[in-house]
């Protein structure tokens, strides 16, 4: 087609793979602007054909349309999200724009909506066969939503506002970038007290990379963050690393996002009043699980209460402990996780840097492939080393069969480390999604996470968090790989029920056959003590205000400032006097502050939708309880091979609240969510 690679069909094995060793980053800005104007073309061949629309010649034309964009926009992701630089960053800041005013034209396209409407209208008198009629109303629906009814004006607008918004993202998400660039906290030899030797090694590795030969450098992001905070005796260092993390975005600089906030709050408003909405969370929740904001709200607002007296009870915890150690303090939020650490190792007498010890990261992948093989009938193998292309020499790739058939179900790849360039957090993804309507694709899923890269020859010890971090990333990859879907519009995920199937898969790690086979010693071998597991599951409601307020804080202000008048709107001073009317502790703030929350505000991903993950763990809990409640336990093929196939396998070819009914015969209650966190029930 072009010498652009990343234009070209994918080669080699395995129905071909992304040519991510050959991958440059001169080719994106050309690559996208082909990508735009072939896909164009084919909407165009769509939209003006002359015979009446029918399922035939216009949604499955729209479901083809864009493989050539598609594929570069797999690298586009892979440079934006594992391998970012600065010049990428310029690439971007051009391109977003182009891209939103791209999908404008598709979303406006008068001619082909008209089509896209025709076929719809019909399928309420003649239905179509199901997982059609599914496509037809999830594409009409997603067009009628973004604008497509909208006269000439009103559309011009609504265009422009998604023009700027997709430039205020990029912004926004940059700014945060910076700030955890910017921010290092540098400690001396005498100051590392209460850290890990690995940690310790880790940091002076960074430190000399920037420069400071002999110093520690402690960078401001979540996986150097957190076991800072939790394990560190100097209090003023903490003080200083805490203030630094919850103050990106916020520190009146150039990087402050506290106007970007605003103007996107304003903008989403203005967009989704042209549509007839007060507010974007009406419309923002029309076809998810919760339907409207009061619902999610119904259950933020009925677990706050519980969550917030849980953390009174551990503030006089952790105060009980700093006494009696003569530490002349209140406790402060960057005393939270150091003082918790303290109390969970009095109360339950569980260390977490002994659990630590039988936690290898290497023993965890094969705990993952030993669940999928139990529940999924999956087998993970690695694949011939150089055979598949991969963008750096940490990338490891497996391919998936059928257990029993030995058929081909897909490749995943796997980005364990942190790295610069790299998003923090972890994440899952693919690069080809299932579907059968035109040839079967086999699935491309990755997953992502930042672990700390010890040095060669020692073992990756993580954490309990991470732990179960790293099975939930793997249970969104199950979901990809479980897909039965003829076609692509099915795979799309809903946002409030796709955290589900990662969730049930954190159940795993704490079953007696992955403790006993995976969580061994890294020296010994030896498998983790009983005793141990005991005290870890004893420990499993410990911290649970901590964890749960800082999330429902974070939630809970994603709905208030999408419903809130955006006029004159001060970001911090809403944000402080929302969280005092709810009582917020001040010995902790929430989860994600929102000149730094990203989730709603680097894109729409998660605007109005952070309480999704609150919303699929109540699923969680109480699909949990049937799997304890079942013969076998997790292991009980049954109860696995229903889940499997009402809910992983339809992705969003079935209604959720439906799958969920067909899976355990009634509607899901809170009460197990409530039972997990060790919070009152009410019944
Ligand atoms: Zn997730």
Redesign the pocket.
């Known amino acids: 087609m072009s010498e652009n690679i990343l234009l070209q069909e994918w080669t080699g094995p395995f129905q071909g793979v992304p040519a991510f060793d050959k991958m440059n980053l001169k080719d994106l800005k050309p690559a996208l602007e082909k990508g735009m104007e072939l896909k164009l073309k084919e909407i165009d061949a769509i939209a003006l054909t002359k015979e009446a629309p029918t399922f035939e010649n216009t949604i499955v034309p729209l479901e083809k349309s864009g493989e050539v964009l598609d594929r570069v926009l797999v690298y586009y992701r892979i440079f934006s999200s594992n391998v970012s630089s600065p010049e990428y960053r310029e690439v971007q800041a051009e391109m977003v724009p182009k891209l939103s005013e791209f999908d404008s034209k598709i979303q406006q396209n008068e001619a082909l909506f008209k089509r896209i409407k025709t076929v719809y209208d019909n399928s309420l008198i003649t239905p179509l066969e199901n997982d059609q009629q599914r496509v037809v109303q999830l594409i009409y629906e997603g067009f009628a939503m973004n604008g497509a009814e909208l006269d000439e004006i009103k559309k011009k607008r609504y265009a422009a506002i998604n023009k700027e918004l997709s430039s205020l993202y990029t912004n926004f998400a940059n700014n945060v970038l910076a700030d955890e660039e910017n921010y290092v906290v540098y400690l001396t030899k005498d100051e590392l007290g209460g850290l890990s030797d690995s940690f310790i090694k880790s940091m002076a590795k960074i430190a000399s990379d920037k420069g400071e030969e002999g110093k520690y450098a402690v960078p401001n992001t979540r996986s150097y963050m957190d076991p800072f905070l939790t394990y560190s005796t100097e209090r003023t260092k903490r003080e200083q690393v805490w203030k630094n993390y919850y103050s990106r975005g916020d520190n009146g600089d150039e990087f402050d996002n506290n106007k970007n906030v605003v103007k996107i709050l304003q903008l989403r408003k203005e967009r989704v009043e042209l549509l007839g909405f007060d507010n974007f969370g009406d419309w923002r929740l029309q076809n998810r699980m919760a339907k409207t904001p009061e619902n999610a709200m119904n259950l933020l607002n009925a677990v706050w209460p519980s969550a917030i007296a849980r953390v009174a009870e551990e503030v006089a915890d952790m105060q009980a402990v700093a006494n009696a150690e003569g530490a002349n303090i209140t406790i402060e939020p960057w005393d939270y996780r150091f003082y918790a650490e303290k109390v969970r190792k009095q109360k339950y007498d569980l260390d977490s840097d002994e659990v630590k010890q039988y936690l290898q990261l290497n023993k965890l992948t094969e705990a993952l492939f030993f669940v999928a093989a139990e529940v999924f009938n999956y087998d993970f193998k690695p694949v011939a080393e150089g055979s598949v292309p991969v963008f750096n020499e940490d990338v490891k790739v497996w391919e998936v069969t059928n257990k029993t058939t030995g058929e081909h179900i897909g490749l995943w790849y796997l980005d364990p480390f942190a790295r610069k360039g790299k998003r923090s957090g972890a994440w899952a993804t693919t690069y080809r999604d299932y579907s059968t309507f035109n040839g079967k694709k086999n699935v491309l899923a990755s997953n992502n996470s930042n672990f700390v890269k010890p040095a060669p020859g020692e073992a990756l010890l993580v954490s309990w968090d991470d732990a179960t971090t790293f099975l939930?990333?793997f249970g969104?990859a199950l979901h990809f790989f479980a897909s039965n879907v003829k076609y692509p519009t099915l795979n799309n995920g809903v946002r409030d029920y796709t955290?589900f199937q990662?969730q049930i898969l954190e159940r795993w790690l704490s079953t007696d056959k992955v403790i006993n086979q995976f969580l061994v010693h890294y020296k010994t071998g030896e498998a983790i003590p009983a005793e141990l597991v005991k005290k870890i599951k004893n420990a499993a409601t410990f911290n649970q205000g901590f964890v749960t307020t800082e999330y429902l804080a974070s939630a809970i202000m994603d709905m208030k400032f999408h419903m809130a008048d955006p006029t004159k709107l001060d970001v911090d001073a809403f944000e402080k006097e929302t969280l005092a009317a709810l009582n917020m502790p001040k010995e902790l703030v929430m989860r994600h502050r929102t000149p730094h929350f990203g989730h709603v505000f680097s894109s729409e991903g998660y605007a109005t939708a952070y309480y999704g993950y609150m919303w699929a763990d109540v699923l969680t809990a109480d699909a949990a309880e049937a799997f304890t409640e079942a013969p076998e336990g997790f292991y009980d093929k049954e109860l696995a091979e229903k889940m499997v196939r009402y809910l992983f396998a339809p992705r969003n070819a079935m209604d959720p609240a439906e799958a969920y009914r067909l899976f355990r015969g009634r509607d899901a209650e809170i009460d197990a969510l409530m039972r997990d966190r060790g919070f009152p029930v009410s019944k």
């Open positions: 939930h990333e969104h955290e990662s």
